[in-house]
Each structure stands twice: as C-alpha cells, then as structure tokens.
C-alpha cells in the first residue's frame, strides 16, 4: 500500500487541475498566471533543485524583491522536499551574515542588485550555490531552471518533516528559527479555510510581503488551497488596492494597510459592496481604526492572533452564526488549538484575569534551529508553548492581547526587538548606553524611537546616528527619533524603566 505523501505542495496543488487554463495570479503590470503555468513554473525550479544533489533536509534561503516567481521558488522548495528560509529584503550585510552562518543553506538566491555583497556573505558560510533573481522575471534561477523539464514527482515528506525556517529576531541575543513542519502549516491552512468560509469564486488581492508569516503563509495558503485567483501587488499601493476591490472578494492586511486606505477619499461603500472578508492582523488594531473601517466601508474588520512559531492560533468569527466580531480582542482559539492564560505560578486563571498567554496545537513549531536549549525553556512541562504575550480571555471566550512580555514593538506590521537596536547603538563612540521603546503612532501602530546617554564630553548628532543605523539594521527598524539625556530611569534593582520612557514620550507622533 503506498504511504501518503504529507508534502505541503500536494494539497496546494490539488487546486491546478480543477480548471488548469484559468487565472490564478495577475500582477500589478498585467501579466497572467494560470494554474497550469503554475504548475510547470514549479516542476522546473524543483527539478532544478533536484539537479543539484542537495543533502535531505538543506535549507533554500531566498532574499528577494516580491514577484510571483519569488513565490514560485517557495512552492519548488516545498515539491523538491527542501526547506523554505525567507529573509527580508531590507535586511543588512550583518543581519544577512548571521542568518547564512546559522542556517547553513545549501542555495541562496538574491536580487541581482544585492550580489556584490550577498555573494561574499554565502561563500564565507559555505553555501555551495548562488542564484539571482529579480522582480521583472530575470535572473540566473530562472535562465537555469529553463532548462529543466516540466515534469516533477513531488517529494515524499511526514507531516513532521520541516518545510520552513523564519527567523525571529531575540529580545536578547541571537535570532532564533523557528522550525515550521509540513503538518503544521497544513493543519493552519485547512482550518483558517474552513473557519473564514473561503468560497468558490473567492478572490484574494495579495499586497503583504512574502517573507512572513501574514503574506506567504496565511494568504498565499489561503488562496491556493482554495483555487482562488490572486490579484497580486509587488507593493502596497491604497490606490492600487481600490482600483480592484470592485473584483475581488478578500483582503488581508496590517493595520498600517487599514489605515492608509481610510485617507483615501475613494474608500466608500460602494468600492467594497463586493468585497466578503477585510482580514487584520500582525500588529495591534486601534479601536478608532475599527470603528472608522465600519461606519466608512459597511464592513466589520476581522481582527486575528498569530506569531511565526505557530501560524495562526485565534481569530473573531467570519460566520455570522459563528458570532459577533469584537474590536479590540483577537477572538477565540481557532478549531484545534488550545490557548489558555496562566499567572506567575502557572496556574490557570479565570475571566477577565490578565496573564501569560499559553498555547498548544498542531500548528504549533517543533522547536527553534539548532536551540535544543531555548525551545526546552519555551515549553511547559505538560506540552504548552509559551508565547511571550500577556492577554486575558472574557466571559464569551474572546482573547485580548494587553502587552508583550518580550519588549517586543511592533511598527508597520513588522517585529522589531528594542536589545538588537540598542546593541547598535551601544556600540557606537560617544554612546554610554540607550535604551529603544515604542509609542503610539497612528499609522504605524507604534512608532520605534530611541533614548541615548552620552558619554561624558561626547557630543552626538540624531541625523548620524540614524545614518549609522540605516547602514546597519533595516530600515524599519531604525528610530524614527533619537533623544538624549544624562541618564535612563531605574528601578530599585537598576532595570531601565521602559515605562516611564514610553510615558514621556507616548503623545510624540499624536
């Protein structure tokens, strides 16, 4: 009897058949994709791969612009048997060198732009081969992969076999990878289709970035498993977005998407009366940014609670009969996943009582890359992943998110980690010490500024330090201010009071 095949790929795949000369894909320049154009694209990157004679389990790392062929690659990857390693496009040389060194990857493949230095990076990690490619379908992957033959026989994978690695970035010391299986990103999959009702004829405008979790996987997965076309943007442009709400049905966004689109003067009514489902997520929602969706669209936003470790964990109902959507919570626990709020002590704590936010599930990660130690501390005794947030359920059941017991900011949709800023920062002539915290910021969610002590004498420069830092780290990242003073706040064990910092300076972008 022959074993199932638990690839990823197969289950998205099985939409390429059902009508193999419709569109699945249309870019923002007028190009066309259709399911079987898919389906070959593929089969000749995985085949490619193959040539190769990769080791089982070799990592593919990929920093790219956006364009369909970058998310080709990711599907080759995941045919070939291999393992998805997706790296912004804005990270830096140092970033980038740690990833390589960490990861180990078999294959890179950079924007043509990048090579100069990408290729450098690879080489002294180790990686035994480089491919280029670009948004405008040119590169050496894809002059290669041309020559390959059309025909490929997906690997044969488990369930809890690895599919992906994302990195996320430490509140202190290194990033850490969190190890995504097949099964768990099927499992995430089929229920987030189920649960938001994806309907035939559904059609998802796709303006996320494909590096991670929101636009490759909950999107992108979303779309293909249900053999629905995907109106693709290489970038988030509101204009662009309005432009096809009149022909689509879904999309899904950060709150920043939400809040660009509400300064659009052509948002009404009328431009979404086809639309089905506005998804929110990635970053906290403010509730003006709800209420203001609502009255201006007729549509209530649904807001859901995810992390790269574990895809998609809650969500406010799609179905009416499901229940209401409540702005301001994250909803309830998804089909099959388990989240419960424990105190200090770990015990388990009722309505409305504010604790560490718990969870368990097969979409939860096997564990962080070559951290047999840190994923050891980040489960429980009994099996549940700690998940660094703080939250509190209501009578209904309904999840709030209050804080982020890591430090972490999110701005623009994007994680960014105060301890990897601050190093920089730190490090820096002139710089006694600093310390970076969030604040309120009406488009990003939180805006990232920093405070520095200088050093006695030295004279600091904000527009330096900022130029050092763009040098340095992305640019989302980078404080949007820097300001200086004589000391930090302490407490009474010298721990920086953040809180006070964020205090002083909340009312800064209001």
């Not at 154009?37 to 040539?51: H, K």
């Not at 089905?276 to 940014?289: D, H, K, Y």
């Not at 809650?314 to 424990?342: F, H, K, M, Y």
Request: charged letters at 20%; hydrophobic letters at 45%; one cysteine or more.
């Amino acid at each position: 009897m022959k074993k199932h095949n638990s690839n990823l790929f197969c289950a998205l795949r099985a939409a390429f058949d059902q009508n193999p000369n419709a569109v699945a894909i249309e870019t923002d320049n007028g190009l066309a994709y259709t399911w079987h154009d898919l389906e070959r694209a593929t089969a000749m990157l995985a085949n490619l791969l193959g040539s190769l004679r990769l080791p089982a389990g070799s990592r593919v790392a990929a920093q790219t612009d956006k364009s369909v062929e970058a998310l080709l690659l990711y599907l080759a990857t995941l045919r070939a048997g291999l393992v998805y390693l997706p790296l912004n496009i804005a990270y830096q040389q140092a970033e980038l060198d740690y990833f390589l060194r960490d990861a180990e990857p078999a294959v890179v493949v950079c924007a043509s732009r990048n090579l100069p230095w990408v290729g450098p990076l690879a080489d002294k990690a180790g990686v035994a081969h480089v491919f280029t490619l670009d948004d405008d379908r040119t590169g050496s992957l894809l002059a290669r992969a041309a020559q390959m033959s059309d025909r490929h026989e997906p690997a044969h994978r488990d369930v809890d076999d690895l599919a992906a690695i994302l990195y996320t970035s430490g509140t202190t010391g290194r990033s850490k990878g969190a190890m995504l299986t097949h099964g768990n990103l099927l499992s995430n999959a089929r229920t987030l289709q189920a649960y938001w009702d994806w309907q035939p004829g559904d059609v998802l405008i796709h303006a996320l970035p494909i590096f991670h979790v929101h636009g490759l996987f909950v999107a992108s997965h979303g779309a293909l498993l249900n053999g629905s076309t995907m109106l693709w943007l290489s970038k988030f442009d509101p204009r662009a977005v309005l432009e096809r709400l009149p022909r689509a049905t879904v999309f899904m966004g950060v709150p920043t998407l939400y809040v660009r689109l509400l300064a659009e003067p052509g948002l009404t009514r009328e431009a979404c009366a086809r639309m089905r489902l506005f998804v929110s997520g990635s970053a906290p929602l403010l509730i003006e940014t709800f209420r203001e969706w609502q009255t201006r669209t007729g549509h209530t936003l649904l807001e859901r609670y995810g992390m790269s470790e574990t895809v998609m964990l809650a969500s406010n109902p799609c179905r009416a009969e499901d229940g209401e959507r409540v702005g301001g919570t994250v909803g309830r626990p998804l089909p099959g996943v388990q989240i419960r709020v424990v105190g200090d002590d770990g015990a388990l704590l009722a309505a409305d009582e504010v604790g560490h936010i718990q969870v368990r599930g097969p979409n939860v990660f096997k564990g962080y890359w070559r951290m047999p130690e840190k994923t050891a501390e980040e489960f429980t005794a009994d099996g549940w992943f700690k998940t660094g947030d703080v939250g509190r359920f209501d009578g209904r059941g309904y999840l709030t998110i209050v804080g982020r017991s890591k430090d972490l900011i999110i701005s623009g949709g994007y994680n960014v980690y105060p301890a990897e800023i601050e190093s920089h920062l730190n490090d820096t002539e002139g710089v006694a010490e600093s310390a970076v915290v969030g604040v309120p910021h009406a488009d990003f969610g939180e805006g990232v500024i920093a405070i520095v002590v200088p050093r006695p004498g030295a004279v600091l420069d904000e527009a330096a330090l900022v130029a050092r830092l763009k040098q340095q780290i992305a640019n989302y990242k980078v404080p949007k201010r820097i300001f200086f003073q004589d000391e930090l706040p302490r407490n009474a064990m010298g721990k920086v009071q953040k809180n006070l910092l964020r205090s002083q300076h909340e009312k800064l972008f209001a």
